[in-house]
Nanobody
Framework: QVQLVESGGGSVQAAGSLRLSCVVS???????????MVWFRQVPGKERGAVAG????????YYADSVKGRFTISQDISKNTVYLQMKSLKPEDTAMYYC?????????????????????WGQGTQVTVSS
């Protein structure tokens, strides 16, 4: 059974940085490589939206326009872990951040736009940015 566990959230002031981690268990090293891993975020009353995604096979990355140049998604295959490095944080980045996995060979922007198609989710980690 696939499980995802996020960590690294917290409270920071604007312009600060945080690094989120998502450890994926239930995959072998080989099967980890055939997934689309995405960080989503959600604030109360709004729909969950994609922040960044990575194809675990190729390492190709995708970003929402609102975070380009500030956030970096990466992976450590040896640890089955996906990271989200967040810099120059803004109050509008405040949200619950979730990682999710979709069993496809490659990510695409269409996948990132459809969070309901992701079958496995972590419990979330809260990020709060104060001005």
């Amino acid at each position: 059974q696939v499980q995802l566990v996020e960590s690294g959230g917290g409270s920071v002031q604007a312009a600060g940085s945080l690094r989120l981690s998502c450890v994926v268990s239930g995959y072998t090293d080989r099967t980890y490589r055939n997934n689309c891993m995405v960080w989503f975020r959600q604030v109360p009353g709004k729909e969950r939206g994609a922040v960044a995604g990575i194809s675990t096979t190729t390492g190709s990355t995708y970003y929402a326009d609102s975070v380009k140049g500030r956030f970096t998604i990466s992976q450590d295959i040896s640890k089955n872990t996906v990271y989200l490095q967040m810099k120059s944080l803004k109050p509008e980045d405040t949200a619950m951040y979730y990682c999710a996995v979709k069993r496809v060979p490659y990510c695409s922007l269409s996948y990132l736009a459809a969070p309901s198609t992701f079958g496995n989710w972590g419990q979330g980690t809260q990020v709060t940015v104060s001005s």
